[in-house]
């Protein structure tokens, strides 16, 4: 079945870029996804990318994407002290109506 | 729009004690999942329902956790008698019939759980 890997923690300064890593072994998904987690809060939809895209960029968000090596980034630019959470890369189990497998998730310490 | 509900936010209780845990997903949402995400790991599914019916309950320890949506919209999930290794935080997330742009799931806040 489906796995996802992450790092699991990060720790970066305010004002500098975080890379947030994720592979996974499926290459059948239509749709992958990066969702946060802020402390005793539920999971945030915090992007996507459809699987035919190699770069889809959101405001501070980059999410890059290589199929050929299943691999899955995150780049937050200018990160601030607000962005501090747990991030988990997802990606649907099959394509469809299917649930999610989810990484471990990667803590993100933000230094002022 | 509303998101989806869970409650209690929280439960305490004794080893082989039963608890019970409900949702209200998304109205109009036919796509309703259960994920168990225990301290330190990201989440994992126990049980997809399709309005009433279940798609996939293959991860669902069924000697002592059950669900239901009876009428395809709540959901009350129940373990029977709780472990210690049950403590966890308790996810629902529903989806739409199209999925949307993006086949999202929305996550409720969850309800933690703790088995003493």
Known sequence: ?112 | EAGVAQSPRYKIIEKRQSVAFWCNPISGHATLYWYQQILGQGPKLLIQFQNNGVVDDSQLPKDRFSAERLKGVDSTLKIQPAKLEDSAVYLCASRGVAGGLNNEQFFGPGTRLTVL
């Open chain 1, 1 to 112: 079945g489906e796995d996802v890997e992450q790092s699991l923690f990060l720790s970066v300064r305010e004002g500098d870029s975080s890379v947030i890593n994720c592979t996974y072994t499926d290459s059948s998904s239509t749709y992958l996804y990066w969702y946060k987690q802020e402390p005793g809060a539920g999971l945030q939809l915090l992007t996507y990318i459809f699987s035919n895209m190699d770069m889809k960029q959101d405001q501070r968000l980059t999410v890059l994407l290589n199929k050929k090596d299943k691999h899955l980034s995150l780049r937050i630019a200018d990160t601030q002290t607000g962005d501090s959470a747990i991030y988990f890369c997802a990606v649907p189990r099959n394509s469809g109506n299917t649930p999610l497998v989810f990484g471990k998730g990667t803590r993100l310490s933000v230094i002022a």
